[in-house]
């Protein structure tokens, strides 16, 4: 158990960069169910006549171009976790190393539902209030994590609802997944080319949407920047010889702390006991 627990906690990266690989694989595996459902509606309409709603083929062919985009963070991950753990063969066998790299192969999307139950095993073990305590007091940090998952879910729904605005207009630009990806990426990062635009009031209502959600993000990703590059470096605390009182003093205050950390955690466990007595009585 000790080995295992050991093994985990080197697997476990930062946790911005954890919920990260989460909510990609959430949006990945969102995007397949939708895939089998639209296979699953054609086949019965076609086999037993009925008109069971499915996705527009345009639809899914904006999906398929985001699935796409997932896959090259999926390939990334996979190396960095690869070639990162202390123990190559315990992170492949025994870790779901396998299934990751099988999730980076479009057809077998499947196994990125591992990439969730994963995620899901790592946050429990290790305290989700931790972790979401770390989220907070590192934002900056997070900051990019978030603006990017950020941006693909906006690029997908945006993608998706101007090619349904568009669709009623016979002289709209906007007619195909491609176009419409495109079209977003620009608006959001508020280049506007002109190439491609909404005609229709709902697709330009849309456009203003965009507009809006793309300032935001590119404020959020000038913060991170900013404070990447221009906050001082953090000074690296200066070691007392062993055996100094100042050694010792520091000693002293790193157990208080340990030993601070270990009675919060134990009056919350005894506040959950506590519940649980009280529900059953």
């Known amino acids: 158990m000790a080995n295992e627990a050991a093994g985990d906690k080197s697997e476990l990266k930062s946790t911005g960069y954890e919920l990260f690989i989460l909510m990609l694989s959430l949006i990945s595996v969102f995007n397949l169910l939708v895939d089998y459902e639209s296979l699953l509606a054609g086949w019965l309409n076609a086999r037993i006549s009925l008109t069971i709603p499915s996705a527009n083929p345009v639809s899914l062919q904006v999906i398929e171009i985001i699935n796409a985009i997932l896959t090259v963070f999926f390939v990334i991950d996979f190396t960095f976790r690869i070639t990162t753990t202390s123990s190559k063969s315990g992170y492949f066998f025994r870790n779901w190393g396998w299934a990751d790299l099988l999730a980076c192969i479009p057809t077998f999307r499947i196994f990125r539902i591992f990439r969730i139950l994963r995620a899901s ?161």
């Not at 002109?194 to 009031?201: A, C, E, I, R, S």
């Open 121 to 281: 095993r790592l946050m429990r073990r290790f305290g989700v209030r931790k972790m979401l305590d770390e989220l907070i007091n590192n934002r900056a940090g997070s900051a990019l994590y978030i603006t990017m998952v950020a941006l693909i879910v906006l690029v997908e729904i945006a993608a998706v609802f101007v090619l349904k605005f568009e669709s009623v207009n016979p002289d709209a630009n906007l007619t195909s997944a491609g176009d419409a990806v495109w079209w977003v990426f620009v608006t959001v990062t508020t280049v506007g080319y002109g190439d491609f635009y909404p005609t229709t009031l709902g697709g330009r209502t849309l456009g203003v949407m965009v507009m809006f959600g793309g300032i935001a993000l590119i404020g959020v990703l000038a913060s991170f920047l900013s404070n990447f590059f221009l906050a001082p470096p953090k000074e690296k605390p200066v070691e007392a010889p062993e055996g100094t009182a100042i050694a010792n003093v520091g000693a002293l205050r790193l157990m208080l702390k340990q030993q601070e950390k270990l009675t919060n955690e134990l009056e919350d466990r005894l506040s959950e006991i506590e519940k649980e007595l009280a529900k059953k009585s």
